[in-house]
């Protein structure tokens, strides 16, 4: 049995059973995780939470934009995805932000959350 990663309209998420894809637990692991706080890959994982000290500012928004990418790099590396796009919007004290990436069978996921700042 797979276990699958079940994020909320608030951002946080629960494990449930059942058989989805792996590919958005990928996901949602790969920006949840701080970057090195994986102890088998160091590499694994996104700063996004160092971002919660920073305003809420276009230059914030596209840093966000920029992280989330970084830290699915190693999908699009893997051959995992084929493509990989982030969209950001400014919201009161949060940035939003909304992945749409392509898997190499042509199968869409997508994937919003956002970082709270100040």
Do not use: C
């Amino acid at each position: 049995m797979d276990f699958k990663i079940k994020p909320d309209e608030k951002g946080r998420t629960a494990m449930t059973s059942g058989s989805e894809s792996t590919i958005i637990n990928n996901v949602i692991l790969s920006l949840q995780t701080p970057l090195g706080g994986y102890w088998l890959t160091p590499k694994f994982g996104s700063r996004l939470h160092l971002l919660t000290r920073e305003k809420a500012t276009a230059e914030t928004a596209e840093r966000v934009r920029e992280t989330v990418l970084s830290a699915l790099k190693w999908m699009t590396d893997a051959g995992l995805l084929s493509s990989v796009t982030v969209k950001t919007e400014l919201a009161a004290r949060r940035i939003n932000y909304h992945v749409a990436a392509t898997q190499v069978n042509g199968e869409h996921v997508e994937y919003s959350n956002y970082v709270e700042v100040v």
